[in-house]
């Protein structure tokens, strides 16, 4: 704020300043030329007035007084006619029938100054200084004088009350123009002063505050990239937040995941060292059960660092376009004993024609997933369909199975890394890690769709557009 009201005043000091010389510099141009130029234009009037009235006189040689009486009275001045004795042979003083009001002292003295030139003017002051006479006098063609007289006001007088109003309009715009800069400048230093502000806050992390500028200009613009910049990263700062919490959370359900293992190992490697399995069986039980978990915590693992892989964008993705039915076919007869064990009836519903751009890789463990999952979880001698549909640009792919809906409330829980279904499916044990969904989700987005799950009237879908 400092620094903008200091551009502020320099911008009014500049403005006062350049205002300021222009000012003086007009009041001293007119106080040096404008009498100059008053009479230069005087000298130029009566030149030309001389030659039109020559000419009337010509015309009018029966009315010469009527012409010139009527000429003086339109252009407000006097004329006189002089012979070559400089006596008055005819004039448009039509209201004195004297000449006593005529100057012949200063006439007599500018024919004297004229000599051989056309033309001659002079400005002379009254006593009281109030008024002044301009006297010019031309030689006609017949070697008579035309003298031209007009009163005026003082020329100096009149060059001092110019400057006067000059210095009072020159101050009266100096004044406007500091207002409306003033106006100007805080138009634009404000909407400044605002967006210094409010990235300020979003310096300190606070996004909450937006620049609402009026106009159609760079300055709004730029304000709408302060916005949107804002808004970015606000939704940025929200994720990164969400992603610590899932982190923190993440090694909480790991601490707890590994709990269970480490203990059930730590207490039969117990057993084997202090002889408590005594016999040949009983420590192959032993090792049996530590292999197993052990099996069980390296499962975990390698899921674990599939799926960061899969969160940090660290696998290439190679998209090609897949016959999703011959696909589907292939992967499914991994699964047939497992069928056969639970009974369970399973449907394909899907055109041979329709394709798929995915990675095959990523869509292999995503079926595998996702199938798996639904054997998990489908009911003795229950129903798994896999429907596959098109729509506009985009291929819908939803694993149906029958059994326990999911609560309303955690449908959305379920692609969390270690949320295990069982919590809410009436405590079944699958025996999984909750992982295998999150590596759904992870794969599906990294391709380009998106996941979703939703309870259906006797079972649970899950699926994904991709």
């Known amino acids: 704020m400092v620094k903008i009201l200091k551009i502020q005043k320099k911008l009014f000091i500049i403005v006062f300043i350049l205002i300021f010389v222009f000012m003086i510099m007009g009041i001293i141009i007119n106080y040096l030329l404008l009498e100059n130029f008053y009479l230069y234009k005087t000298e130029k009037n009566f030149i030309s007035m001389s030659k039109d009235i020559e000419k009337g ?57 004229q000599g051989i030139s056309p033309y001659i003017c002079r400005v002379f002051e009254k006593k009281n200084k109030l008024y002044s006479k301009i006297i010019c006098i031309s030689y006609c063609k017949n070697g008579n004088r035309l003298v031209l007289m007009k009163n005026t006001n003082n020329v100096k007088e009149s060059v001092i009350i110019a400057n006067e109003f000059y210095f009072i309009v020159g101050m009266m715009i100096l004044i406007m123009a500091l207002l409306v800069i003033s106006i100007f400048s805080k138009k634009i230093t404000m909407p400044i002063i605002t967006m210094r502000d409010v990235t300020a806050q979003m310096a300190d992390l606070k996004f909450e505050r937006k620049i609402n500028i009026k106009g159609n200009d760079e300055i709004k613009e730029l304000a709408e990239s302060i916005n949107q910049m804002s808004e970015k990263l606000q939704n940025s700062v929200n994720h990164m937040q969400q992603d610590i919490i899932r982190r923190k959370q993440l090694v909480r359900d790991l601490s707890h995941e590994l709990k269970t293992p480490i203990a059930v190992i730590k207490g ?47 696998i290439e993705t190679k998209i090609e376009s897949i016959k999703i039915y011959a696909f589907l076919e292939e992967i499914l007869e991994k699964y047939e004993i497992s069928l056969e064990q639970k009974k369970c009836n399973l449907l394909l519903e899907c055109d041979k024609n329709i394709i798929i751009k995915a990675d095959c890789f990523l869509l292999e463990r995503i079926m595998e997933n996702l199938i798996g999952n639904a054997l998990k979880y489908v009911e003795y001698e229950g129903k798994i369909v896999i429907m596959v549909k098109e729509f506009a640009q985009k291929v819908k792919v939803s694993i149906f199975n029958s059994g326990d809906k999911i609560a309303v409330e955690e449908l959305e829980k379920v692609w969390d890394v270690f949320y295990k ?23 599906v987005e990294l391709m380009g769709g998106n996941v979703f799950a939703e309870n259906k009237e006797n079972g649970v879908v899950f699926g994904y557009f991709l």
């Open 57 to 113: 006189i010509k015309r009018e040689k029966e009315n010469q007084r009527q012409y010139l009486i009527k000429y003086g009275k339109e252009r407000k001045i006097r004329i006189l006619i002089l012979d070559k004795n400089l006596e008055v042979e005819e004039t448009s003083y039509y209201h004195r029938k004297d000449n006593s009001n005529i100057p012949f002292g200063k006439i007599k003295k500018m024919v004297k100054e």
């Open 268 to 314: 039969y490697a117990d057993g084997l060292q202090y002889g408590i399995a005594k016999d040949k069986i009983s420590r192959e039980k032993y090792c049996k059960v530590i292999v197993e978990e052990c099996d069980k915590m390296d499962h975990m693992v390698k899921e674990l660092l599939e799926l960061s892989k899969l969160e940090q964008v660290m």
């Open 421 to 443: 279904i069982d919590k809410s499916r009436k405590g079944q044990k699958s025996g999984g890690h909750g992982i295998g969904l999150a590596i759904v989700k992870s794969a």
